[in-house]
């Protein structure tokens, strides 16, 4: 089945303790991408990747990172989390980094306490 | 305000009856799409419409885009209670070379037995 799978699915942390949330796609495609989902303030993008090893910013990238060392894989990583991180986290996936739908992983729930 | 702005921000209806949502942006676009969230999940792509097209069609669904007042309409017929869900539209911008999504905040609609 064509999906895009993150793990973990829920996750309670505490202040600065380092972090990785998952993401594979099973699609092959070129493009992935990060975002956060906040009441009141809708979906906003994170990073990026257009393919391997090409990663950029998007519109809330402090406090993460990423990287992209194969086609399937984009890992976002914490390295010293805060509660201001406490959210709801989707990775997406699209075959192309033009003009395609976006296929959305079932999202993680992260608290930091 | 944000570059997709929905209205109404929350929608309830008889199953049956038609709903429709709107989306207003403010810049340029290459393509406008509307997803589908159930209740803390993974958004569902439902349809993207092109700058040069004004309609679109796809089973129940009908989508309108209007680039003169930058525009677009989510009409769902004859709806169901599988449709109560969050539905947004999100704006595909042309950004250093790929594309970028801009989500809007989101239509909550309830469909009522």
């Known amino acids: 089945e064509a999906q895009v799978t993150q793990n973990p699915r829920y996750l309670i942390t505490v202040t600065g303790k380092k972090l990785t949330v998952t993401c594979s796609q099973n699609m092959n495609h070129e493009y992935m991408s990060w975002y956060r989902q906040d009441p009141g303030l809708g979906l906003r993008q994170i990073y990026y990747?257009?393919?391997?090893?090409?990663?950029d910013k998007g519109d809330v990238p402090e406090g993460y990172k990423v990287s992209r060392k194969e086609k399937r894989n984009f890992p976002l990583i914490l390295e010293s989390p805060s509660p201001n991180q406490t959210s709801l986290y989707f990775c997406?996936?699209?075959?192309?980094?033009?003009?395609?739908?976006?296929?959305f992983g079932p999202g993680t729930r992260l608290t930091v306490t | 305000s944000q570059q997709g702005e929905e209205d109404p921000q929350a929608l309830s209806i008889q199953e049956g009856e038609n709903a429709t949502m709107n989306c207003s942006y403010k810049t340029s676009i290459n393509n406008l799409q509307w997803y589908r969230q159930n209740s803390g999940r993974g958004l569902v792509h439902l349809i993207l419409i092109r700058s040069n097209e004004r309609e679109k069609h796809s089973g129940r669904l009908r989508v309108t885009l209007d680039t003169s007042k930058k525009s677009s309409s989510l009409l769902i017929t004859a709806s169901r209670a599988a449709d109560t869900a969050s539905y947004f539209c999100a704006t595909g911008l042309e950004f250093q070379g790929a594309q970028k999504l801009v989500f809007g905040q989101g239509t909550r609609l309830t469909i009522n037995p």
């Open positions: 997406a996936s699209s075959p192309w980094f033009r003009a395609y739908e976006q296929y």
């Open positions: 990747s257009m393919n391997v090893e090409v990663t």
